[in-house]
């Protein structure tokens, strides 16, 4: 393919080498001179370990060349990577300067060139940022209407520098977003030659999966040092801390606990979380994100009470009690805390949870109920008909399969808030169908 690659930093220099060594006859754009220039000797303008032998082999191939000069890169080329600088302003904001201006740039040499131009987004930007800021960029200076003359596809970067030629080449997998068929094929075929899953999306979920991505791996850092400050404080060695508990593949390092829904509870995490910070406090550590946990998951809690106070209606039935299917524990379930802070504003409650009822309930649960939570135990219901019968907004709180069909079977003048993504098929919901957090 013929590419030209815009901004000439890590990533777009990365970028326009390896594509060039897989064949692809790539040119090079950056506004410095200086950038161009190395690029042309086949000497790297950044430190990245190999990228000068790469440069200066695909380089010497003819496969790639750089220039200050927009219009001759577009008209050379049938698609454009934008890989400029996207930097924070002072107050966090994205300073979209630069991309805006390449897109300008870009759009002016499109108003006078014929076929159809792709351009790839592969700076990082915000959820939103392609469809209100390039879209709108290029069809202003181009007059041409996006799908019909150009295309824009999204394509996140994943490289660290460092290990940036090793990365492009083993990326955990490929991203495209994109909205018309026409812009992903080109966007595609650029990485025929990386043997990595490719996922297809929005534009919008490509945007977003990148600050997930990257929101994640701080989270991870600063999880590590927050327990490695708190191991050395107690006197334990935390690597070996840590390397156990990488080995734990099943809870720990994998998809689990990691889908969006309600807050979390029951007798462990929330009383561990606790004494943990509690530990830390004795040792005269802060442990700013850990510390923070439960209050996040209380919040979670408020969001689900805003979403039914949200509807207007009084009558709430809740499906589910305990703080997740199959159990009949309700210790520090957030079920309970909703339920209780609905009494309190005056609702009117149905709970239904198969698990969780005082006919069935013996010892410590049943005492659990009538001594801790006796004004609860008089809203639980037997059946879910009968709470489906009295209720105006149903909510889920727990993914006990039969809440599925209880759903589907909800009438169209109830409106169902959904805490845990239960699974449904849409086209049996008559229901107003809201989800807590999607
Ligand atoms: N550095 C990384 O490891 C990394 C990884 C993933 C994603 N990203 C994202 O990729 C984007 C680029 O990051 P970077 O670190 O490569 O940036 P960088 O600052 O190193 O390079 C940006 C380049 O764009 C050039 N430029 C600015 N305006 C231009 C214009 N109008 N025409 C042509 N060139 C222009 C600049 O001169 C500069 O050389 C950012 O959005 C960043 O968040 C970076």
Redesign the pocket.
Known sequence: MNVSV???????TVSAASFASDGHAVVG????DD?VRAINEGRS??VEPGLDTLLSEVSAAGRLRATTD?RDAVMATDLSLV????PSRKNGSLDLS?LV??CE?IGEVLREKSGYHVVVI????LPGTTHDHVIPALERTSGKRYGDGFGVSVN??????GT?LRDFRHPPLTLVGHNHAADAAPTRALYDGIDAPLVSTSIRVAEMM?YTSNAWHAVKVVFANEIGNVCKRMGVDSHEVMDIFCRDEKLNLSSYYLKPGFAFGGSCLPKDVRALQYRAREVDLELPMIGHVLESNRLQVQHALDRIEETGRRRVGLLGFSFKAGTDDLRESPMVILAEALLGKGYELCIYDRNVSLARLVGANRRYIEEQIPHLSRHLCDAIPDLLATSEVVVVGNAAPEFSEAVMQCRPDQVVIDLVRIPLDFSRVQAQYDGICW
């Not at 754009?29 to 410095?32: S, W």
């Open positions: 815009f901004g000439l930093g890590y990533v777009g754009v950056d506004v410095n950038k303008p950044i927009t890989c400029v600088g996207t630069y201006r390449v740039q592969r700076s990082t930007v996140p970067e994943f490289l660290r520098e940036a990148k």
